[in-house]
Each structure stands twice: as structure tokens, then as C-alpha cells.
Nanobody
Framework: QVRLAESGGGLVQVGASLRLSCTAS????????VAWFRQVPGKDSEHVAS????????HYDDSVKGRFTISRDNANSMAYLQMDKLKPEDTAKYYC????????????????WGQGTQVTVSS
């Protein structure tokens, strides 16, 4: 079992940056892939970015490529999502999730999820 807690969300203006953090506890974090998903009310969750167990490989949705950067610090059981050049369409609740394969973008690949942190980008 992995327990995940996201932080760092907030209300920002278009073009601003935010850094989301994900704190993990429980089972060995360094063996798992980590992903960030986002969801707006009434829609399915959407894969944003994922990173493999040692941080050497990443995968991004086309909508965030070049603007978002996923990273992890296994020594401290942390993962991050640096979000730059934010757009109104990035507004969503962002979730950290842990699973076996960073290349899989379906939420079913990630058994453990945090409670989410809200990001709102105003124009």
C-alpha cells in the first residue's frame, strides 16, 4: 500500500508557473512509476505526465509537452510536476498516482492515488 499526498496547487494567472509536489509513504516508492493525472468536473481523468521508477524516462501528454516537467526524488519519496506557461485549459484537480508502468496512460494502471490538489488558471 502506498499513501500519496499532493500539495502546491493554487490560483494563478495565465503564463504563471506552479510546482506540484507528491509525498509518498508506505511501500517502497522507488520501485514504482509515478504519474500525474488531472480531472475537471464531469469529465474523465486525463493523463498528464509519468516517470519511470528511477527517473530516467518520462512520458507526457501532447497538451503539456514543453511546458510541464515531471521529476522524482526517491531518497525522499517525493515526485514533482513543474508547470510553466500555464493556460486556462490547465485548470483542473491534479492527482499523483503510483503504478507499475510509466508508459501506460490509463488510470487503471495506477492502483494508488492521492486526494488531489486544485489548480486554477485565470485569464
Amino acid at each position: 500500500q502506498v499513501r500519496l499526498a499532493e500539495s502546491g496547487g493554487g490560483l494563478v494567472q495565465v503564463g504563471a508557473s506552479l510546482r506540484l509536489s507528491c509525498t509518498a509513504s508506505g511501500r517502497t516508492f522507488s520501485r514504482d512509476a509515478v504519474a500525474w493525472f488531472r480531472q475537471v468536473p464531469g469529465k474523465d481523468s486525463e493523463h498528464v505526465a509519468s516517470i519511470n521508477f528511477n527517473g530516467e524516462s518520462t512520458h507526457y501528454d501532447d497538451s503539456v509537452k514543453g511546458r510541464f516537467t515531471i521529476s522524482r526524488d526517491n531518497a525522499n519519496s517525493m515526485a514533482y510536476l513543474q508547470m510553466d506557461k500555464l493556460k486556462p485549459e490547465d485548470t483542473a484537480k491534479y492527482y499523483c498516482a503510483v503504478g507499475p508502468d510509466y508508459l501506460h496512460t490509463g488510470r487503471w494502471n495506477y492502483p494508488w492515488w492521492g486526494q488531489g490538489t486544485q489548480v486554477t488558471v485565470s485569464s
